[in-house]
C-alpha cells in the first residue's frame, strides 16, 4: 500500500517559520520521520510539497492511479479551498487531514476547515507527531 503525503503551502519553510507555532523542525526532519515511519508500518509513502492550489489537485489525481490513502495537510487552504476539497471527493481515495498546530485554539479563520468533511478524520496539534499518527490511521485500513 502507497500513501500520498501533501504538504501545502509555506510548510516548506518549517524550521524558520513561526517556531514557537510550527516548531524548530524542518520539512526535511519531518519527511524522515514520515519515510522511517511508514517503513515500520509496513506501508511506501510518496511525500510532495505544493506552494500552489492547482499542484495540489493535480498531486491528488494523480494519486488516483496508484495510492491507497493520502495524508494531507492542506496548510491555509484546508479553510476555504473547495478545489481541494472536490479533488478529494473526485477520487474517492481515503484521506487524513493533519496540522501541525492545533487550529482549534488560533484565530477564528482556522477553525473551520472545508476538507475535514471529505476527509476519514482529521488530526491536529500534535506538531510532526500528528503526521505519523495519520500514517498509522492510513495504514489501519
Ligand atoms: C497548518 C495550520 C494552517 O492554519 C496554516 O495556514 C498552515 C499550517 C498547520 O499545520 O498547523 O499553513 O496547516
Known amino acids: 500500500?502507497?500513501?500520498?503525503?501533501?504538504?501545502?503551502?509555506?510548510?516548506?519553510l518549517l524550521g524558520e517559520r513561526e517556531p514557537g507555532v510550527y516548531g524548530?523542525?524542518?520539512?526535511?526532519?519531518?519527511?524522515e520521520l514520515i519515510e522511517r515511519t511508514a517503513s515500520s508500518l509496513g506501508i511506501e509513502v510518496?511525500?510532495?510539497q505544493h506552494n500552489d492550489e492547482g499542484g495540489i489537485v493535480d498531486a491528488i489525481?494523480?494519486?488516483?492511479?496508484?495510492c491507497g490513502?493520502?495524508?494531507?495537510n492542506p496548510g491555509a487552504y484546508g479553510h476555504y479551498s473547495y478545489a481541494i476539497a472536490d479533488a478529494i471527493a473526485a477520487v474517492a481515495i481515503r484521506a487524513i487531514e493533519v496540522h501541525l498546530s492545533n487550529v482549534y485554539s488560533?484565530?477564528?479563520?482556522?477553525r473551520e476547515s472545508v476538507v475535514a468533511p471529505v476527509c476519514a478524520g482529521?488530526?491536529?496539534g500534535f506538531g510532526p507527531l500528528s503526521y505519523v499518527?495519520?500514517?498509522?490511521?492510513a495504514a489501519a485500513r
Open 46 to 48: 510518496r511525500i510532495q
Open 133 to 137: 499518527l495519520a500514517l498509522h490511521a
Open 61 to 66: 489525481h494523480a494519486a488516483r492511479k496508484d
Open 24 to 31: 524548530t523542525q524542518t520539512l526535511a526532519q519531518i519527511d
Open 1 to 12: 500500500m502507497r500513501v500520498l503525503v501533501i504538504h501545502g503551502p509555506n510548510l516548506n
Open 69 to 72: 490513502a493520502i495524508v494531507i
Open 122 to 124: 482529521s488530526i491536529a
Open 106 to 110: 488560533r484565530e477564528a479563520f482556522r
